[in-house]
């Protein structure tokens, strides 16, 4: 039975194909108490999610942000029976404080909690958390330099931290702040009534976007050489960069950027540019003008007066 075709509240017993032990859950639970995630885990992709639906697996293969987005939107993890089973014979171990269950993440542990009651798992944990983690860091790890990688690194563990704590600000009360270390003009502060954040698909993506810009900044971005930032900078797939979230987070890190290097120190970061890092660059900005059109044309001349 699927979680959807449940309705009211019951109680009732899941016997998998694969074991002979019942497992007895009840048909209608809504907890929206947000368990904090082991700190172990925050870093790794599997923190958002857990590749164990075989839909899903198929899609990973696919470049095209756009494509895998509207998939997205329409996916209701719930309806694979399997997975759905299996996550449940394990609840308990899913939704404790500090979980470290094989198939924790927080898409499982959402689903867990919301059986049978109407909500979805935020679409920001598959659809740009996990996504992003993988593909982004697969593709242009290889391509930084030792610098760059560490902030690769720092700063996804960073955008973790930072989800963990509004959630967190969220079980306590209305107000949420996630403060940045190095910029504290970059911090981000959100009123959302209480217990509500997780299950608003609409405001967790506004909340996990503002929370992007001080992750990469803590992380040490304005430090980075410039070939590193030319090639963060051309890395997200190009139909995201048509969405006003993601030229929020260019347009505010961009800045802070900007305004620690300085002209000067931008001059002296190229000065000391291979001619092959040069030629990567140049290759970069093409593809980039190639791909977008007109559309990026605008949308850079618009960062550009945000930055003067």
Known sequence: MAANDVLGAADAAYTPTDDTQPVAVNLHICDKEVPPATQNILGRCEYYYRPLHEEYIEKTGVTTWEY???????WDPFDDEGVFRRLLRRRDQLIMPESTDEDWSRHANFMVRHVGCGHAPPEYYVGYGYYYCSTYGAKLNSRL?????????QARRLLQVNIEDGLDDNMR????EVNSQRYPNRSVAMNVAQYELEVDNTTFK??????????????????????DLAKIGGQPNIEE???GETWRQAIGSGAEVYGEKGPKGILL?????????LVDMANDAANMVRDVGDAVENALRSLMRHLR
């Open 173 to 176: 009360g209305d107000q949420i």
């Open 145 to 153: 330099s030792m610098g760059g990688q560490l902030w690769l690194r």
């Open 68 to 74: 895998v987005r509207s998939w997205a939107e329409g």
């Open 269 to 277: 970061d190229a000065a000391e540019i291979t001619g092959e890092v």
């Open 241 to 243: 960069w048509l969405d």
């Open 206 to 227: 506004t909340f996990a976007f503002n929370t992007h810009v001080p992750a990469y900044l803590d992380a040490g971005l304005a430090d980075l050489r410039l070939d």
